[in-house]
């Protein structure tokens, strides 16, 4: 519009008052603005969500329902389904014994990041408390056993809670489409596990994560039968006491009185006196456990592997390297699979994480080792999220996702391989010599062996800090602290001429002979950094001559050859220890060295071996007795490594 001249001689002499009056309306404006955003985001603290899940919280609404079991146990479950109803939505679920609170209007924690991708790509997320825990009815058991063949509505297990929970869903959720996924995090993974054995047909996907798998042999309780006791305690103090009845509350964890974990497992001395001073009769797995120390068929009841057969759903298994908790079951999870179920669509990612890294962190360094940036990223965008999308929204392609990504720590890249461990791996034995030295000769020498002193009364620690909570990092922590200790030996190899990078399990086959009639026996494989090494001048760390734990485990000594049925050593006598570590994904780079340690006590990670052939879970301190352990490497009995090196 164009102005006359007596239009612009009013709106000339009328600028101030206009000016003036257009100021008011914008502060009017803004202060409207200001009170909306105030009054919004003091209805969205109301309901506990987080400013940057706004979004979220306003394109949801949460429900919550007590889904009726076959036995008539209802299990409570909270439902966030997304407003729009003119589109269907697949059902993503997860099973936890850890709450799926918060209860009531607060809406979940969306913006972590395992579950805020799945609001943001329009799923309809269910959590659900298991039988037993929380606010669901009926009565908890701990990794409950799979019931193949149920007769009656009375046989329930964890796959019958979640078929029926499935069917409700899929009878009961307006806009779903059909498609069932069931995900979670290590207990949960357990469940993930479980809901694969359920069979309903709307069940598409699942995606067990650091899954609680064998709690004998090699997750969180026990390794190789070895007791680990630090996790295990804390742990069973809140978790396994009683529920009598359903509450949102959290049972109290233990209070120590102390900050030094060291100090306190030690000034406690037995697993006896755990029981008789803190746990009690009420603690009904604690007890389990202390009353059943070998394999036997109360601890194969509790193992899902045994039932992994003729699975229907495609299978995404994720775990970390360097996973403090559930290492062992990503890895044997999967493998259980491939052997038992080779029918089933089954794929394994296992990048540089801690439990549940993937999830909770970029994934860029663990304690002092950095792998780069954008790992977990990766993961979500090329792995997790085409997974369940393809089989639960039909889109893209599954081909795109390989059989096994893996990422290579030392070299930090992520791989793809159409089999795990890759068809090219060798496994190749490496040998223990004299004067501290790794080979891959067999060694000529006779008579040949390293002794050392394990004395139960001065374990050798698991990391050098004092604390109270067992770390995460110590699966990638400097092992220089332990060099220095007498009653541990050390093997290395000369500086590498070529990068070696292995690519699956890793095998010790120690020959021993101890002064006692048990003890254990912890093999590392270390990855000893250049004396220069630095990753950028900002270091906080000393990274030159870094010993950086790739791989440990522990061996039982009693069980070298059957975990159903411990045998004594012989004092004295010659005597193979072989047992497998989890696997490894590593590359030792050109102008590194290889380094294996072994030792036969890590405190408090692990309980003392009282070093005597006894029930270690009722014995007395007076039974803690010094045990001299030789570990030879001679032409006769070469004690060896043997590792599974990727051929180029």
């Known amino acids: 519009m164009v102005l ?64 009726p079991m076959r036995d008539g146990v209802k ?164 978790f396994g006491k009683p529920r009598p009845k359903p509450t949102t509350e959290n049972a109290k ?22 029981t008789k001073r803190y746990m009690g009769d009420s603690m009904k797995f604690w007890n389990d456990e202390m009353n059943h120390p070998n394999y036997d068929e109360f601890w194969k009841a509790h193992t899902v592997t045994y039932h992994l057969k003729n699975i229907k759903p495609a299978i995404l298994i994720t775990g970390g390297l360097f996973d403090a908790e559930d290492c062992w079951g990503a890895w044997n999870t999967y493998k259980t699979i491939e052997k038992q179920s080779p029918a089933t669509t089954n794929k394994i990612c296992v990048g540089p994480w801690f439990h549940g890294g993937w999830a909770r962190s970029e994934g860029s360094h663990l304690g002092n080792v950095q792998f780069g940036k954008g790992v977990s990223e990766f993961y979500y965008k090329y792995v997790e999220m085409p997974f369940f999308d393809y089989y639960l929204k039909g889109e893209g392609d599954i081909k795109d996702i390989a059989k096994a990504t893996i990422f290579i720590s030392g070299e930090n890249t992520w791989k793809q391989f159409a089999q795990w461990p890759p068809a090219n791996m060798e496994s190749k034995p490496i040998y223990l010599n004299d004067n501290e030295k790794l080979t891959f000769a067999k060694p000529t020498s006779t008579n040949s062996s390293s002794e050392y002193i394990s ?102 000594g009693k069980f070298r050859n059957s975990f159903e049925k411990p045998e004594a050593f012989i004092p004295g006598k010659i005597t193979e220890v072989k047992f497998e570590l989890p696997d490894v994904a590593h590359t030792f780079q050109k102008g590194h060295r290889i380094m294996i340690q072994i030792q036969s006590t890590w405190f408090p990670l692990v309980d003392r ?12 301190e007076k039974d803690f007795v010094k045990s001299t352990i030789h570990i030879y490497h001679d032409a006769k009995n070469s004690s060896s490594i043997t590792l599974p090196i990727l051929k180029k």
């Open 75 to 238: 299990l409570f479950t909270s439902i966030y389904i997304p407003k729009d109803s003119t589109k269907k939505y697949p059902i993503m679920f997860t099973r936890t014994p850890y709450s799926c609170a918060p209860y009531g209007e607060k809406f979940k924690n969306v913006w972590s990041r395992n579950t805020k991708i799945y609001f943001e790509q329009k799923y309809i997320v269910v959590t659900q408390d298991v039988r037993g825990r929380y606010m669901s009815e009926g009565v908890f058991e701990d990794i409950r056993p799979y019931i193949e063949n149920k007769k009656t509505k009375n046989d329930v297990d964890e796959a019958s809670d979640t078929y029926d929970a499935i069917d409700w869903m899929i009878k009961n959720i307006p806009t779903n489409n059909g498609n069932v996924g069931v995900s979670g995090i290590s207990y949960p993974g357990f469940y993930s596990t479980m809901a694969a054995l359920c069979g309903h047909p709307a069940l598409k996907a699942v995606g067990p994560q650091a899954p609680v798998t064998d709690w004998f042999i090699g997750d969180d309780v026990h390794h190789n039968g070895a007791f680990f006791m630090m996790d295990d305690f804390g742990f069973d103090y809140s």
């Open 609 to 620: 071996n009282p070093q005597q052939f006894l029930d270690i879970y009722h014995c007395d």
């Open 455 to 556: 004395d139960p009364a001065k374990p050798v620690p698991y990391t050098e800090d004092v604390h109270l909570g067992r770390t995460r990092e110590y699966m990638t922590d400097d092992q220089r602290f332990a060099s220095r200790r007498p009653d541990v030996i050390e093997f290395k190899t000369d500086t590498l001429t070529e990068d070696i990078t292995l690519t699956g399990p890793v095998i010790a086959n120690l020959l021993v002979s101890i002064s006692t009639t048990d003890a254990d026996f912890i093999v590392k494989v270390i990855d000893l950094f250049p004396d220069n090494f630095k990753y950028s001048k900002d270091d906080k760390y000393p990274m030159g001559g870094y010993q950086m734990l790739v791989r440990g485990e522990v061996m039982r």
């Open 4 to 67: 006359k001249s007596p239009e612009r001689n009013l709106l000339k002499n009328n600028i101030p008052e206009i000016i003036n009056t257009m100021k008011k309306i914008t502060t009017l404006f803004l202060l409207v603005i200001i009170i909306t955003s105030v009054k919004s985001q003091t209805t969205l603290n109301a309901i506990g969500v987080n400013p940057d899940s706004a979004e979220i919280v306003n394109s949801y609404y949460k429900i919550e329902r007590m889904i």
């Open 253 to 274: 964890g233990f209070n120590f009185n102390s900050q030094d974990n060291y100090a306190f497992y030690l000034k406690e001395a037995t697993l006896k006196n755990l």
